[in-house]
Nanobody, 122 residues
C-alpha cells in the first residue's frame, strides 16, 4: 500500500499562490502515476493534474492550465502542486492520489490522501 498525506492548503486572496505537497510512504513512490484532484462542496471530485512516474509528462485540466504546475521528487517521495493566479472557483478540498496506470479518472486511482482545504477569497 501507499500512504499519502497532503499539506500546504490554506486561505489565500484571489491572484495569490499556494504550493501543495503530498508526502508518500509505503511502497515505492516512483512506481506510481500521481494525480491531483479537487472536490468543491456539492460537486463531484475532478481531476486537476496528473504526472507520469518519471515526471517527464504532465496533464492539466483546462481550468487550471497555465496556472498550476505539478511536479514530483522521487528521491524525497513527494508530489507537489504549485498553484498561481488562484481564483475563487479554485476553492475546494485538494487530494493527491496514486495509480498503477496513466489516467485522469477518479476510479483508476487506488490510493488517496485525506485532502487539504484550499480557500480563495475574492
Amino acid at each position: 500500500q501507499v500512504q499519502l498525506v497532503e499539506s500546504g492548503g490554506g486561505l489565500v486572496q484571489a491572484g495569490g499562490s499556494l504550493r501543495l505537497s503530498c508526502a508518500a510512504s509505503g511502497r515505492t513512490f516512483s512506481n506510481y502515476v500521481m494525480g491531483w484532484f479537487r472536490q468543491a462542496p456539492g460537486k463531484e471530485r475532478e481531476s486537476v493534474a496528473a504526472i507520469t512516474r518519471s515526471g517527464s509528462t504532465t496533464y492539466y485540466a483546462d481550468s487550471v492550465k497555465g496556472r498550476f504546475t505539478a511536479s514530483r521528487d522521487n528521491a524525497e517521495n513527494t508530489l507537489y502542486l504549485q498553484m498561481n493566479s488562484l481564483k475563487p472557483e479554485d476553492t475546494a478540498v485538494y487530494f493527491c492520489a496514486a495509480s498503477s496506470k496513466w489516467s485522469t479518472r477518479v476510479t483508476d486511482y487506488d490510493y488517496w490522501g485525506p485532502g487539504t482545504q484550499v480557500t480563495v477569497s475574492s
